[in-house]
């Protein structure tokens, strides 16, 4: 069996950041630095073939066996729930997943709270550990004009530097997790090719 171990990264800051520490462990693709409009390099040298991918896709390409390994947020893993193997915390990327909005707006009483969110299954998990009523509005973006406008009471979102909470008036209210990336893997991929995606997790493992 081909021992070649395809990489699913996600694009953008976190997939730079991520291929940095490859490049460090040893996992470089002298391609990627001049990359044209090419979505796949590879590394015959070294085994490893990169593909970069929409950050929310990594876990479906991983799951579905379409990339053997990838780097995915602990938000997808815990909203998805793929069946993956999680590998390592690369300790990376870390932010947190927040309830958000006026000071207040998560104490009202004697209706549900609405809360707009993109992570849907993490906010009903969280609401149901504390045995309240929500209505949830699903949103894909710009979550942080729900509050203002008056969608919905709070919002459930991932927090950073909490400059966007800021800038639009709202505060972080209650810290539901927090938040990271995942170097995670198929689990098929795992057992057939074992030894080289070892070698990857234990390598970068010296970098976290
Ligand atoms: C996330 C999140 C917030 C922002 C928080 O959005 O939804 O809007 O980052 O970061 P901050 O605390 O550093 O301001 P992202 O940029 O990932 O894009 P999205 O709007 O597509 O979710």
């Given at each position: 069996m081909d021992q070649t171990v395809g990489i699913a990264l996600p694009k953008g800051r976190l997939g730079d950041k991520v291929y940095n520490m490859l490049d460090r462990a040893g996992?470089?693709?002298?391609?990627i630095l001049d990359?044209?409009?090419?979505l796949i390099f590879e590394n015959k040298e070294n085994g490893v073939r990169f593909f970069f991918v929409k950050p929310s896709d990594v876990a479906i390409y991983v799951e579905r066996g379409a990339a053997d390994i990838g780097v995915a947020g602990k938000d997808i893993l815990l909203e998805?729930?793929?069946?993956?193997y999680e590998l390592l915390d690369l300790n990376i990327g870390r932010c947190r997943m927040c309830v958000c909005g006026?000071?207040?707006?998560?104490?009202?009483?004697?209706r549900p709270l609405r809360v707009a969110t993109k992570f849907t299954n993490i906010t009903k998990e969280y609401y149901s550990s504390l045995s309240r009523d929500i209505d949830i509005i699903h949103l894909n973006?710009?979550?942080?004009?729900a509050p203002i406008l008056g969608l919905s009471d709070v919002i459930v979102d991932i927090v950073e530097t909490g400059t966007t909470l800021r800038e639009n008036g709202l505060s972080e209210l209650e810290k539901i997790t927090d938040i990271s990336a995942r170097l995670i893997s198929n689990k098929v991929s795992y057992k057939f090719k074992f030894e080289p995606i070892t070698r990857i997790a234990e390598k970068l493992a010296e970098f976290v």
């Open positions: 996992y470089g693709c002298p391609q990359p044209g409009r090419r998805y729930t793929p069946d993956i006026v000071s207040g707006s998560n104490e009202i009483a004697g973006g710009s979550i942080e004009l």
